[in-house]
C-alpha cells in the first residue's frame, strides 16, 4: 500500500462563469482564503492503522464537504521508505524526518513496542522540532515518545488504557487523564482507537466551525461527538455484563486497590454485606471467588507492567501486591502458562534481578492446582477493627 496522496482534492466550482456575468457594478473585498494546515504524520514501525486512518480520514473529509484544500499532510518515517503497520500491512512514507514549518501540526503515530521504535535520533528531532513552537501530538502510544522526549512534563496527556500502568510508573512528571484525548497548549494527545477521529473532530470545528465538523462526522457515520471530558473505558457493570451496583463498587475497590490488596472480608463490609455473600455474589455473576478474581486483575496489571516498563520482576510484584516473589512467579504461571522472566525474555527485556526465585521452570500444574494457586493469595489487609485476618497466606 502507498500513500502519496497529500490533500484530497476540492470540488469544482461549476458556477464561477454565471457569477462572473452576474456582478455588480461595485467592487467588493473577496473574504480571505481560510487558513490551510499541514500535518505532518509521522509513522513508527508497527504503528496502529486504526488510529492513524481516524486521524487522516476526518482531514480529507473536510476538504471535500468544504470544497477547498484546507488540510494537507505528509507522511514521515525516521529513515524514510516503507513502514508496517501493527495488522502486517505496509505503507510507503513521502520522505524521513526532516525539518517542518513553525506552523506544521506534528503527530507521532504509535502503536505495538513503541518502546523499542523510540530512537534517540527521533527523540532529538522531536525536541527541535518543539523549539521551533509547532503543534506536536501522539496517537496512540506516541504520547511514550512526547513523554520520553520530556514534551509532556508537567502537561495533561492521555494514552491507551492498557498502557496507563507503565506510564504512570515511567513518568510521574506527566498529568495522565483516563480521557480519550488531550489538548494542553500546543500538545495533544489521543488514547488510539476511534479516539483520533474526536481529537481530529475537534480541530477541525476549532478551525473552522461545528457545521463543518458536525458535517464530517456525519459522513463518517459518527453520531457523537465525544469531548475531552469523556473517559475512554467502558463503566464496569457494562464490561462485566452485569448491572449489580454493590459487584461494581467492590470491584471498583478491587482495581483501585492493586499495590495494596484489600481482603474479602474488608471488600464485604464496605458494601454491607457478609463476606459469605459477596462470595456467592461473585460465583453467581462471575463464576469465580473474589479472591480469585482480584488475583487476575493484579496479575494483568502486573503482565503489562512486565511488557511496558523497565522495572524488575521483584518490584513488579511489589506494585500488584505480591510480598513473596516465589509467590508471584507461581502465580503467574498458573494464569498465563509461562514465568514473569520468560515474559519478559520473549519481548526483547532482560531483568536486572537475574535467575527466577523458587520455581522450576518444568513445573506441571494440574487443573484443580491452578485453581488453588489463584484463588491463594499473599498476606491482605484484615478489616478495619479486626484482631486478625482468617484469609489465605501465600
Known amino acids: 500500500m502507498t500513500a502519496r496522496t497529500h490533500a484530497a482534492s476540492p470540488s469544482r466550482n461549476t458556477g464561477s462563469s454565471l457569477a462572473s456575468k452576474a456582478a455588480?457594478?461595485?467592487?467588493?473585498?473577496?473574504?480571505?482564503?481560510?487558513?490551510?494546515?499541514?500535518?505532518?504524520?509521522?509513522l513508527l514501525n508497527q504503528f496502529t492503522f486504526l488510529s492513524f486512518a481516524a486521524a487522516i480520514e476526518p482531514l480529507r473529509i473536510a476538504n471535500r464537504m468544504s470544497g477547498q484544500e484546507l488540510y494537507r499532510w505528509t507522511l514521515?518515517?525516521?529513515?524514510?521508505?516503507?513502514?508496517?503497520?501493527?495488522?502486517?500491512?505496509?505503507?510507503?512514507?513521502?520522505?524521513?524526518l526532516d525539518d517542518?514549518?513553525?506552523?506544521?501540526?506534528?503527530?507521532?503515530?504509535?502503536?505495538?513496542d513503541v518502546r523499542a521504535n523510540t530512537t534517540p535520533g527521533l527523540l532529538n528531532w522531536l525536541r527541535r522540532t518543539s523549539r521551533r513552537?509547532?503543534?506536536?501530538?501522539?496517537?496512540?502510544?506516541?504520547?511514550?515518545?512526547l513523554a520520553k522526549a520530556g514534551l509532556l512534563d508537567g502537561r495533561r496527556a492521555t494514552i491507551h488504557w492498557e498502557n496507563r500502568d507503565g506510564f504512570l510508573e515511567e513518568f510521574a512528571e506527566v498529568d495522565l487523564t483516563k480521557t480519550v484525548f488531550t489538548i494542553d497548549g500546543n500538545r495533544l494527545t489521543a488514547a488510539g482507537g476511534t479516539a483520533s477521529i474526536d481529537l481530529v473532530l475537534t480541530l477541525i470545528a476549532d478551525d473552522h466551525g461545528k457545521d463543518l465538523a458536525n458535517a464530517v462526522a456525519d459522513q463518517l457515520i459518527y453520531s457523537t461527538i465525544r469531548t475531552d471530558r469523556d473517559i475512554q473505558r467502558l463503566s464496569i457493570p457494562t464490561r462485566i455484563g452485569v448491572r449489580h451496583p454493590r459487584l461494581a463498587q467492590v470491584i471498583a475497590r478491587m482495581e483501585a486497590s492493586i499495590e495494596e490488596p484489600i481482603s474479602p472480608a474488608e471488600l464485604a463490609e464496605e458494601v454491607g454485606?457478609?463476606?459469605?455473600?459477596?462470595?456467592?455474589?461473585?460465583?453467581?455473576?462471575?463464576?469465580?471467588s473474589p479472591k480469585r478474581y482480584y488475583m487476575e486483575l493484579r496479575l494483568a496489571?502486573?503482565?503489562?507492567?512486565?511488557m511496558q516498563t523497565e522495572l524488575s520482576v521483584i518490584n513488579?510484584?511489589?506494585?500488584?501486591?505480591?510480598?513473596?516473589?516465589?509467590?508471584?512467579?507461581?502465580?503467574?504461571?498458573?494464569?498465563?502458562?509461562?514465568?514473569?522472566?520468560?515474559?519478559?525474555?520473549?519481548?526483547g527485556l532482560e531483568d536486572e534481578a537475574?535467575?527466577?526465585?523458587?520455581?522450576?521452570?518444568?513445573?506441571?500444574?494440574?487443573?484443580?492446582?491452578?485453581?488453588?494457586?489463584?484463588?491463594d493469595d499473599a498476606p491482605l489487609r484484615p478489616p478495619r477493627g479486626a484482631a486478625g485476618d482468617d484469609t489465605d497466606r501465600g
Open 301 to 306: 496489571k502486573a503482565r503489562n507492567l512486565l
Open 24 to 42: 455588480p457594478a461595485a467592487r467588493r473585498t473577496a473574504p480571505p482564503p481560510p487558513r490551510q494546515r499541514h500535518f505532518v504524520f509521522v
Open 76 to 96: 514521515m518515517t525516521e529513515g524514510g521508505g516503507e513502514v508496517r503497520c501493527s495488522n502486517g500491512s505496509r505503507l510507503v512514507a513521502d520522505r524521513a
Open 133 to 145: 513552537g509547532s503543534v506536536i501530538g501522539g496517537l496512540c502510544t506516541g504520547a511514550h515518545v
Open 273 to 288: 454485606m457478609s463476606t459469605r455473600q459477596l462470595e456467592r455474589l461473585f460465583r453467581r455473576y462471575l463464576n469465580r
Open 354 to 375: 537475574g535467575a527466577e526465585p523458587g520455581l522450576e521452570e518444568d513445573e506441571a500444574l494440574s487443573e484443580a492446582a491452578l485453581d488453588d494457586v489463584l484463588d
Open 316 to 347: 513488579v510484584a511489589l506494585a500488584c501486591g505480591f510480598s513473596s516473589p516465589s509467590h508471584f512467579s507461581k502465580c503467574y504461571r498458573a494464569q498465563y502458562g509461562t514465568t514473569p522472566y520468560r515474559e519478559r525474555g520473549s519481548h
Open 100 to 112: 517542518v514549518a513553525r506552523d506544521d501540526v506534528v503527530m507521532i503515530c504509535g502503536g505495538l
